[in-house]
């Protein structure tokens, strides 16, 4: 069984403030992750991915990968308002094909 | 990235029938998906739809309710069948090249509710 759990939210933080979001999967081969974020009534838009150990940077957005740990985050620097939604995290591992694996998400609140 | 043009983007049906759901995409792509997500939940999939063979079901999804066509590379459709209360749910197409590439964008999604 191949599992992606996500940090419970909702997860609130003030304006200007660093978010982090986490993620652990459970299956080694997993080989790509990716970051999504979903508004309330909108569909998941990808905002990051990252294959590689180490950090992955995009503008206010951070990805953190530890293959050894199976762990992987996003932080989002100077959090705004508008980024108040859902990250949802996805993985892909050569055994499940090109089939992403979905966690549950993280609800994020950023407070004017 | 692929764009996908998804409908129709809400219906509500009468327990008993069908509604097939359209996903085109603005070129042509490999690998389509279809999810159910239930509201404040995360996404479940359903099959993975490849055109010129079988789609491929997820455990606890058949065939004869969820009947999936990809005739081409910029097309699919999902139909719902003999609908209970139950499949009241979010809808998503998914697609895109590789899972190892850019990753795959969404459709609009549909929203169904089931009387």
């Known amino acids: 069984q191949k599992e992606v759990e996500q940090n419970s939210g909702p997860l609130s933080v003030p304006e200007g403030a660093i978010a982090s979001l986490n993620c652990t999967y459970s299956d080694r081969g997993s080989q790509s992750f990716f970051w999504y974020r979903q508004y309330s009534g909108k569909s998941p838009e990808l905002i990051m991915f990252i294959y590689s150990n180490g950090d992955k940077e995009d503008g206010r957005f951070t990805a953190q990968l530890n293959k050894a740990s199976q762990y992987v985050s996003l932080l989002i620097r100077d959090s705004q308002p508008s980024d108040s939604a859902t990250y949802l995290c996805?993985?892909?591992?050569?055994?499940?094909?090109?089939?992403?694996?979905f966690g549950p998400g993280t609800r994020l609140s950023v407070l004017p | 990235s692929a764009v996908i043009s998804q409908k129709p983007s809400r219906d509500i049906c009468q327990r008993g029938t069908s509604l097939t759901i359209q996903c085109q995409v603005d070129?042509?792509?490999?690998?389509m998906f279809w999810y159910r997500q239930q509201p404040g939940q995360s996404l479940t999939l359903i099959a993975t739809a490849n055109q010129g063979s079988e789609a491929t079901y997820e455990s606890g999804f058949v065939i004869d309710k969820f009947p999936i066509s990809r005739p081409n590379l910029t097309f699919s459709t999902l139909t719902v069948s003999n609908m209970s209360p139950e499949d009241s749910s979010i809808y998503l197409c998914s697609a895109g090249e590789r899972a190892t590439g850019n990753g795959y964008t969404f459709g609009s999604g549909t929203r169904l509710t089931v009387v």
């Open positions: 070129s042509q792509v490999t690998m």
């Open positions: 996805a993985v892909t591992s050569r055994d499940y094909g090109q089939n992403f694996v």
